[in-house]
Every structure is written in structure tokens, then in C-alpha cells.
């Protein structure tokens, strides 16, 4: 039987050939290509009006500067029921850079949300929307009990 302290020195070994990084969880993630789109906070408080102000956090991880990424969002209430339909502009975003982009739902009490769907992209530049929406985009939400899917 092997000696466990040996057998972490090899699994070290073997990772760092690899190309294996014990860099921090969202280091590894923009590292590792693709769009990550976070709904990171609801806020009411917020704004002057009847409305919702959403942050939003993008991460761009394919190494492109992106111009242009317009996004179609469905919002349903708590009984997964269609409230409102949105194309939300996320962009510009620099290459393997991290960026919160806020936007305001007019109408709708944050409360009153219970998911939201990603719907596709309707604009992308410098590629076409069909080239954005065949790369890999991860989808999060850090708002409780409100889901973000696809």
C-alpha cells in the first residue's frame, strides 16, 4: 500500500503537468472561457419609482473585447408565471474582465420575482448572436429564491 503523503506529492506532480491551478474559484472560472452571467442582486430600495433595480455581473472569458451583448430576459413571478419580457444591454465588456451592469424593470416590485429565464442573445458584436449563443454560458444566481436559468 501506498504512503498518503507520497501519493499527494505524485497527484501534485501529475496536476502541474496538467496545467492544474489552485487559483481562487472565480479566477479558475474566467480562466476557463465562456460567459458567466450572475444575477447578484434585487433592490427596490433603489430606485425613485415603481420599478426593480437589478445588478447584474458579467464575466467575459473568452479573451475578446465584446462591443455589443444585448440579452432577452423573461421574468416569472412566485408561481412561474410570466410577468415581463426585457432585452437588457450588458455590454461593452473587455476581455477576461468582471463588470456589474444595473438595469431598472419599470413596474415590477422585486419581491414579486421568482425567476428569471435567459432567454438567448439577441445582439453580439464582434460575432453574430448565433456565434455567441453557440459558445458555453454559465448561468448563477447569489438572490434567494430567485433562480436564473436557461
Known amino acids: 500500500?501506498?504512503?498518503?503523503?507520497?501519493?499527494?506529492?505524485?497527484?501534485?506532480?501529475?496536476l502541474s503537468f496538467a496545467g492544474a491551478s489552485?487559483?481562487?474559484?472565480?479566477?479558475?472560472?474566467?480562466?476557463?472561457g465562456g460567459l458567466v452571467l450572475e444575477l447578484n442582486k434585487l433592490d427596490s430600495e433603489a430606485t425613485?419609482?415603481?420599478?426593480?433595480?437589478?445588478?447584474?455581473?458579467?464575466?467575459e472569458g473568452?479573451?475578446?473585447n465584446v462591443e455589443q451583448l444585448d440579452v432577452y430576459l423573461v421574468l416569472f413571478d412566485t408561481q412561474d408565471v410570466v410577468?415581463?419580457?426585457?432585452?437588457v444591454p450588458l455590454a461593452p465588456l473587455s476581455a477576461q474582465k468582471t463588470r456589474?451592469?444595473?438595469?431598472?424593470?419599470p413596474e415590477t416590485k422585486c419581491g414579486d420575482i421568482g425567476s428569471?429565464?435567459?432567454?438567448?442573445?439577441?445582439?453580439?458584436?464582434?460575432?453574430?448572436a448565433a456565434a455567441c449563443m453557440s459558445r458555453k454560458i454559465q448561468l448563477r444566481s447569489k438572490v434567494d429564491n430567485v433562480k436564473l436559468f436557461e
Do not use: W
Not at 48 to 59: G, Q
Open 62 to 64: 473568452y479573451g475578446e
Open 100 to 105: 456589474v451592469r444595473l438595469f431598472d424593470l
Open 83 to 87: 410577468l415581463r419580457q426585457y432585452v
Open 116 to 128: 428569471v429565464l435567459f432567454n438567448g442573445i439577441v445582439a453580439c458584436e464582434p460575432s453574430t
Open 48 to 59: 425613485d419609482n415603481n420599478a426593480c433595480r437589478v445588478y447584474m455581473r458579467v464575466t
Open 1 to 14: 500500500m501506498a504512503n498518503p503523503t507520497m501519493l499527494a506529492m505524485i497527484a501534485g506532480v501529475i
Open 22 to 32: 489552485e487559483a481562487p474559484a472565480a479566477s479558475h472560472e474566467q480562466k476557463a
